[in-house]
């Protein structure tokens, strides 16, 4: 599902953000990217859904190359992907559901099915009860809930999550968390971005660290290469 | 294209202080444009009064048969450029001269035998009337064997050419230069809504929204300024017509308003001058994020 082959990233002041980065993400897998702040994380995460481009090296997301994305191909890309962040990115002057509409709205889907399609992802959430409410009157953990409908709400491949809990007191973040691995039960990809150590610790999921741009820690291959040791 | 429209129309109402600006800048720039056209319309109209005396006067030697002249009027008719030619024969030209020249009239009534000669008189048509035509005429009228002498205002024909021509270009100049003023007006102001809605345009490029997608609210919010600015300029522009026609004591009570076709110029005018400015600012933003 997500290919990075070698891949160079580098600022315009000629710095280096991410540093031969090679790792593949396959069907059904959840992955941490694990590291401290300014370590490549985010950079990552926006060459996957191509806001950036890689300086040298292969970005392939979805049987996309991001390196030869035509202008026209990056809507349709992202509307493989679903991503959250960490600032929720809602619309204040709209519900949750008009908030996960517009979402679907802005990509032409029939208008016939939209609500339909909304109480369902907002259900899978926990928030069909407060589907009229404004992220003013929502919590936290329940603002980053609709974030994270409104990524679902066009049945993503791959579901991206940029310090998702990053805002969240603890209790919020556990449920945040549980949602993410139950979506990821249901076969869509999660690639979760987090410095949260004690959040990781607690499962046996994949864990990429980085540190200063490169990959320092890839648990499927450092754990491959202990068991033929 | 419902969501279009409903995103276009949310925007004045989400904005109304920002929505007002923008119509009333794109008014106000319209206005003037069309204060300058009004003005430049009845310099015209004025013009076309005085184009209307333009004339050419061939005076006939004494003792040519009549018919000739008759045959040679229905020739010079003929002209492409020609509206109509008269015949003032020498009795009907002194009977003009006793009325009009007050003065002498004495003087022609005393008189036994008639001094003034007969002329042809040649009235050219709308658009003909510039210099190089009437000399063009006359020139043709000297060809006539019994014509003795073409006269015309040569002096006045060029000098009113070329208060034509400056009218003009001063028009064209002043209102090209009033239009970018409002299409950058248009552009800043279509600029600080779409600063207002970066984060929706965000998250419209997150989800997969096509840029022809995300401009089309903006596009229509900047024509449908556009076209309420053109209604509300031509408002001004007939309140300030009629001030100027009623508070000038009459001197300018033959001043004319703009036709409905001028008047669907100007709007449609607006409505291109808020697409351009919208179109300049949504693509400006679009390549920066």
Same mark, same amino acid.
């Given at each position: 599902?997500?290919?990075?082959?070698?891949?160079?990233?580098?600022?315009?002041?000629?710095?280096?953000?991410?540093?031969?980065?090679?790792?593949?993400?396959?069907?059904?897998?959840?992955?941490?990217?694990?590291?401290?702040?300014?370590?490549?994380?985010?950079?990552?995460?926006?060459?996957?859904?191509?806001?950036?481009?890689?300086?040298?090296?292969?970005?392939?997301?979805?049987?996309?190359?991001?390196?030869?994305?035509?202008?026209?191909?990056?809507?349709?890309?992202?509307?493989?992907?679903?991503?959250?962040?960490?600032?929720?990115?809602?619309?204040?002057?709209?519900?949750?559901?008009?908030?996960?509409?517009?979402?679907?709205?802005?990509?032409?889907?029939?208008?016939?099915?939209?609500?339909?399609?909304?109480?369902?992802?907002?259900?899978?959430?926990?928030?069909?009860?407060?589907?009229?409410?404004?992220?003013?009157?929502?919590?936290?953990?329940?603002?980053?809930?609709?974030?994270?409908?409104?990524?679902?709400?066009?049945?993503p491949?791959?579901?991206?999550?940029?310090?998702?809990?990053?805002?969240?007191?603890?209790?919020?973040t556990?449920?945040?968390?549980?949602?993410?691995?139950?979506?990821?039960?249901?076969?869509?990809?999660?690639?979760?971005?987090?410095?949260?150590?004690?959040?990781?610790?607690?499962?046996?999921?994949?864990?990429?660290?980085?540190?200063?741009?490169?990959?320092?820690?890839?648990?499927?291959?450092?754990e491959?290469?202990?068991?033929?040791? | 294209?419902?969501l279009?429209?409903?995103?276009?129309?949310?925007?004045?109402?989400?904005?109304?202080?920002?929505?007002a600006?923008?119509?009333?800048?794109?008014?106000?720039s319209?206005?003037?444009?069309?204060?300058?056209?009004?003005v430049a319309?009845?310099?015209?109209?004025?013009?076309?009064?005085?184009?209307?005396?333009?004339?050419?006067?061939?005076?006939?030697?004494r003792?040519?048969?009549?018919?000739?002249?008759?045959?040679?009027?229905?020739?010079?008719?003929?002209?492409?450029?020609?509206?109509?030619?008269?015949?003032?024969?020498?009795?009907?030209?002194?009977?003009?001269?006793?009325?009009?020249?007050?003065?002498?009239?004495?003087?022609?009534?005393?008189?036994?035998?008639?001094?003034?000669?007969?002329?042809i008189?040649?009235?050219?048509?709308?658009?003909?009337?510039?210099?190089?035509?009437?000399?063009?005429?006359?020139?043709?009228?000297?060809?006539?064997?019994?014509?003795?002498?073409?006269?015309?205002g040569?002096?006045?024909?060029?000098?009113?050419?070329?208060?034509?021509?400056?009218?003009?270009?001063? *028009? $064209? #100049?002043?209102?090209?230069?009033?239009?970018? =003023?409002?299409? %950058? +007006?248009? @552009? !800043?102001?279509?600029? &600080?809504?779409?600063?207002?809605r970066?984060?929706?345009?965000?998250?419209?490029?997150?989800?997969?929204?096509?840029?022809?997608?995300?401009?089309?609210?903006?596009?229509?919010?900047?024509?449908?300024?556009?076209?309420?600015?053109?209604f509300?300029?031509l408002?001004?522009?007939?309140?300030?017509?009629?001030?100027f026609?009623?508070?000038?004591?009459?001197?300018?009570? *033959? $001043? #004319?308003?703009?036709?409905?076709?001028h008047? =669907?110029?100007? %709007? +449609?005018? @607006? !409505?291109?001058l808020? &697409?351009?400015?919208?179109?300049?600012?949504?693509?400006?933003?679009?390549?920066?994020?």
């Amino acid at each position: 599902m997500i290919r990075f082959g070698n891949v160079y990233k580098a600022y315009p002041n000629g710095a280096l953000a991410l540093k031969d980065v090679t790792f593949h993400v396959s069907k059904g897998e959840f992955v941490f990217l694990t590291g401290h702040s300014g370590a490549g994380k985010s950079t990552i995460m926006k060459l996957l859904f191509a806001e950036q481009k890689p300086s040298a090296g292969e970005v392939r997301v979805s049987g996309y190359n991001v390196n030869a994305l035509k202008a026209d191909d990056v809507p349709r890309l992202r509307r493989r992907l679903g991503v959250v962040f960490q600032d929720f990115r809602l619309l204040e002057d709209r519900t949750a559901e008009e908030n996960i509409a517009f979402a679907l709205e802005v990509i032409g889907a029939r208008s016939d099915t939209i609500a339909a399609r909304v109480m369902r992802v907002l259900t899978q959430v926990g928030l069909s009860a407060k589907s009229r409410a404004y992220p003013r009157e929502l919590s936290g953990g329940e603002q980053q809930r609709v974030a994270i409908a409104r990524a679902l709400v066009n049945d993503p491949a791959i579901l991206l999550a940029d310090e998702p809990t990053g805002n969240l007191d603890e209790r919020a973040t556990r449920g945040v968390f549980q949602l993410l691995r139950d979506i990821n039960a249901g076969g869509t990809v999660v690639v979760m971005a987090t410095h949260d150590l004690d959040l990781v610790r607690q499962t046996s999921y994949r864990i990429i660290e980085m540190r200063e741009g490169s990959v320092v820690y890839d648990s499927q291959v450092d754990e491959a290469q202990a068991e033929t040791k | 294209m419902k969501l279009l429209t409903r995103e276009a129309l949310l925007s004045f109402r989400r904005a109304p202080l920002l929505s007002a600006l923008s119509v009333t800048t794109i008014a106000f720039s319209l206005f003037t444009v069309g204060l300058f056209g009004l003005v430049a319309l009845n310099l015209r109209q004025a013009l076309r009064g005085l184009e209307e005396r333009v004339e050419i006067v061939g005076f006939v030697l004494r003792g040519t048969p009549s018919e000739a002249i008759a045959v040679a009027s229905q020739d010079i008719s003929g002209f492409p450029e020609v509206k109509d030619v008269s015949y003032v024969s020498e009795e009907e030209a002194l009977q003009r001269a006793r009325n009009e020249l007050v003065e002498f009239r004495d003087a022609y009534r005393d008189l036994q035998v008639n001094p003034l000669p007969a002329s042809i008189e040649v009235r050219l048509k709308d658009g003909f009337r510039d210099a190089a035509t009437v000399e063009r005429v006359a020139q043709r009228l000297r060809g006539f064997g019994f014509i003795d002498d073409v006269r015309y205002g040569r002096e006045w024909v060029q000098k009113l050419d070329s208060l034509r021509n400056i009218t003009g270009l001063v *028009g $064209l #100049v002043i209102g090209l230069a009033f239009a970018a =003023v409002a299409v %950058v +007006i248009i @552009g !800043v102001t279509i600029r &600080l809504t779409i600063l207002q809605r970066a984060r929706e345009i965000s998250i419209m490029r997150l989800v997969g929204a096509t840029n022809w997608f995300i401009r089309g609210p903006f596009l229509l919010e900047g024509a449908l300024k556009g076209l309420l600015g053109g209604f509300l300029s031509l408002v001004l522009c007939y309140a300030g017509y009629l001030l100027f026609r009623d508070k000038s004591g009459g001197t300018f009570a *033959g $001043l #004319v308003f703009f036709d409905p076709e001028h008047m =669907v110029l100007i %709007v +449609i005018f @607006g !409505v291109l001058l808020g &697409l351009a400015g919208s179109l300049v600012s949504v693509g400006r933003h679009l390549k920066h994020v």
